[in-house]
């Protein structure tokens, strides 16, 4: 039996929450959601619409919950890690067995893990899905371990996270170099995590959606349909998912278009009219954030982490030679199936070439966050920001999640145009680490106002702040912890401690911050 299974077979004391953040404080108030949504060995988004363990939903939870309780932030990444695959990969979703499966869709009878996903190395005893989300996790592990060093030293939490990490990275840099230039690729617009982007319009408009009669949307019992993705789009998405599931969940079943291979094997996709192989901004972007920590995690455990940190600097290359648009002053994902301006082989980099999607969203400046950046870059990046298809600090509350002037543009519908706070969290790091901490102070203190605001919401209308989505949001919550530690408000009466040692050492080599 994994470790996973266990700890669901034997749900983990309730000793490991933490100590109580004084009464009536934002804290308090942040803490009793984390609270609400943690079941005894991980934390739900939410329990109405997210009821099970979501992949990257954990990496930022965790951030959070390093302040009120090390422990129990430790054990979040582990359980998340328990049902890894046997190819390195990390399901965006491991499944609660106790939540029937007509909660949630798709649900372990659509993903069958367990049996299609033999040959990849699915595990056995736990349901997961077969797609993957944006690689935060080593991120993570590092600003967890230096909440309480001891701790973690203690229980060997870094040495036992170090290589699965690494194996993770390994899938994503071998398995997911559909492109050949070295950047990870995504095959379905959930493994990005900004679901229903404008960025996929494009990409999704070849994929034949599945019956409407094949599938029940289980969202719409806990969302407003006019806040969700369409049925169309979500008509794509179930044909895209089923079809890398037939496919055994092996990649090299990913990518052909019109007899021009984008990937390695060279296989055709199923009968869904169209294929989806996208090189993301933010998911290459946060993949090398983590590269830089997994190389600082080496360091920790006596290795040498300079080829990671040499491995972080060119792939950030590669990321400016293949997805920045200088005139456009943001980046721009690249579909690798496109026509168009850019496509054909032999492109910058190596590889199948593609196209731009010439789609300002928020994902084109989470780049900002990379320590290697160049500096031109990001100033061009900070320009853009405060700019006209964003304006923040000036006509939004809020970073949106898409271009304010694009026809796709909508306040509410998520992720085509709302505010989320993950991506504001992400930004700010990214503000601060470029020396715009001015600029970075006032959005912290947006995006802390406005979660207290909103009842911790999934996301708001970047102009009002008005609550969208499900309320008591998980991210949402431990974030705000995270920015609130970072303002220098210690979360429990004996934590001051190890707050200045963790915001102390994460100032350190690179411009990591806690």
């Known amino acids: ?160 996270m170090y290589p699965r990490l690494a194996a993770w990275h390994r899938y994503l840099l071998r398995h997911r170099n559909l492109g050949g230039a070295g950047l990870a690729s995504i095959v379905h617009p959930w493994e990005q995590g900004m679901d229903n982007s404008p960025c996929w319009d494009a990409p999704l408009a070849r994929v034949t959606p599945a019956p409407a009669r094949s599938f029940r949307r289980a969202d719409l019992d806990h969302g407003a349909p006019e806040d969700r993705p369409t049925d169309l789009d979500y008509g794509r998405y179930v044909r895209l998912a089923a079809e890398y599931r037939d496919g055994g969940y092996a990649d090299r079943h990913v990518v052909r278009h019109g007899g021009r291979s984008a990937g390695h094997g060279g296989a055709h996709t199923a009968g869904g009219g169209g294929g989806f192989a996208v090189e993301d901004p933010s998911f290459n972007a946060l993949l090398i954030a983590s590269e830089h920590a997994l190389a600082r995690i080496a360091g920790a455990l006596g290795a040498s982490g300079t080829a990671r940190h040499a491995r972080a600097e060119r792939l950030t290359e590669t990321l400016v030679e293949r997805l920045w648009d200088p005139a456009a002053g943001i980046f721009f994902c690249r579909d690798l199936y496109g026509d168009g301006p850019g496509a054909g082989g032999g492109c910058e980099g190596g590889g199948e070439g593609g196209a731009l999607v010439r789609e300002r969203a928020v994902t084109g400046l989470i780049p900002l ?146």
């Open 1 to 160: 039996m994994d470790r996973t299974a266990q700890l669901t077979a034997r749900p983990a004391p309730r000793e490991i929450a933490y100590d109580p953040p004084p009464p009536g404080s934002a804290q308090a108030e942040a803490a009793r959601v984390l609270a609400v949504n943690w079941t005894g060995t991980s934390t739900v988004p939410s329990h109405g619409l997210y009821p099970h363990q979501w992949s990257w939903d954990s990496a930022f939870i965790a951030i959070g919950l390093r302040h009120l309780s090390p422990l129990r932030a430790q054990t979040e990444l582990e359980t998340l890690f328990a049902a890894q695959w046997g190819d390195g990969r990390i399901p965006h979703i491991v499944f609660n067995p106790s939540v029937p499966d007509d909660v949630y869709f798709p649900s372990p009878d659509f993903w069958r893990s367990s049996t299609v996903g033999r040959a990849a190395g699915a595990p056995r005893t736990v349901q997961t899905s077969g797609i993957v989300q944006p690689p935060v996790h080593a991120l993570a592990v590092w600003l967890v371990h230096l909440a309480d060093p001891g701790l973690s030293r203690a229980r060997g939490f870094l040495a036992g």
């Open 369 to 514: 966050l990379l320590p290697a950046l160049p500096r031109e870059i990001a100033t061009a990046l900070v320009a853009t920001l405060g700019g006209p298809h964003f304006g923040l600090g000036s006509t939004t509350r809020l970073l949106p999640s898409y271009d304010l002037l694009g026809e796709a543009f909508d306040p509410q519908r998520y992720w085509r145009g709302p505010a989320w706070f993950n991506t504001g969290w992400l930004v700010e790091r990214g503000l601060r680490l470029h020396g715009r901490g001015e600029r970075a102070d006032a959005l912290r203190a947006a995006l802390v106002t406005t979660a207290l605001s909103s009842g911790f919401a999934e996301y708001v209308d970047p102009y009002t702040g008005e609550a969208c989505g499900a309320a008591g949001f998980g991210w949402t919550a431990a974030l705000t912890l995270d920015l609130l530690e970072a303002d220098g408000t210690p979360t429990a009466g004996n934590s001051t401690a190890a707050t200045t040692t963790a915001r102390n050492s994460t100032t350190a080599k690179g411009g990591e911050r806690g």
